[in-house]
């Protein structure tokens, strides 16, 4: 099985820069994955990573350690509209285990 | 792009009836679909994945005789709420995935069902 951990809450300042960390335990690993979701909606693809090291793309990047179990999602120049939960998801067995979620609230 | 949609977007029921979900990718062939659940503040439960022209594989907990779902095309899988139950209202999402090699998936709009 999985096991996915991230913190519940965060906050930050509009233009600032916020890291979600995400340590997982798996029994087979194909990729991990960050997921943004406004409240009613459905998950949005932002990042995957497959091999250690850092994806960059635009405002978001996303890091991962195969050997730590551990990912973070890097949000920088935040804007309000960033506001959102963020996912992490390991793919283990080619299916998607899911973290509770990480409550971003950018405040002006 | 790879666009998976949903229908419908809500739906409200009475206690005991069926209700039928569809999950639908436009623009590419999904041999696999899964179906999530997800209860207000939490994350997304893997209920089941649907493989094109072959039986559900439902996850530990999820009745395969109260979730029924049927793949019938590369393009279409369904899933019905057979005798609902209040407990049972919750957001229900799929997903498809494209390709193995990144194993994405990409999710529809999610269904919000209330049992009343």
């Known amino acids: 099985g999985q096991n996915i951990d991230q913190p519940t809450e965060m906050t930050a300042t509009e233009g600032a820069i916020v890291q979600i960390n995400c340590t997982y335990q798996?029994?087979?690993?194909?990729?991990l994955f960050w997921y943004q979701q406004h409240a009613g909606e459905a998950p949005t693809f932002l990042s995957y990573?497959?091999?250690?090291g850092l994806e960059e793309k635009g405002r978001f990047s996303s890091f991962l350690s195969r050997s730590k179990g551990y990912s973070y999602l890097l949000l920088k120049e935040l804007q309000m509209k960033d506001s959102a939960s963020y996912l992490c998801?390991?793919?283990?067995?080619?299916?998607?285990?899911f973290g509770a979620g990480t409550t971003v609230t950018v405040r002006a | 792009g790879a666009v998976v949609s949903q229908h419908p977007s809500r739906v409200i029921c009475k206690s005991g009836t069926s209700v039928k979900i569809e999950c639908r990718s436009l623009?590419?062939?999904?041999?696999?679909m899964f179906w999530y659940r997800q209860f207000p503040k939490q994350s997304l439960m893997l209920m089941a994945t649907?493989?094109?022209?072959?039986?559900?594989?439902?996850e530990q907990g999820v009745e395969k005789d109260k979730f029924l779902i049927n793949h019938a095309s590369l393009t279409l899988s369904t899933l019905t709420v057979t005798s609902a139950h209040p407990e049972d209202s919750s957001f229900y999402i799929c997903?498809?995935?494209?390709?193995?090699?990144?194993?994405?998936?990409?999710f529809g709009p999610g269904t919000r069902l209330t049992v009343t």
């Open positions: 997903s498809a995935r494209r390709g193995e090699v990144r194993n994405e998936q990409y």
């Open positions: 798996t029994s087979g690993f194909n990729g």
């Open positions: 990573n497959v091999l250690d």
């Open positions: 998801a390991v793919s283990g067995d080619y299916k998607l285990s």
């Open positions: 623009d590419f062939q999904a041999t696999t």
């Open positions: 649907s493989n094109e022209g072959s039986k559900a594989t439902y």
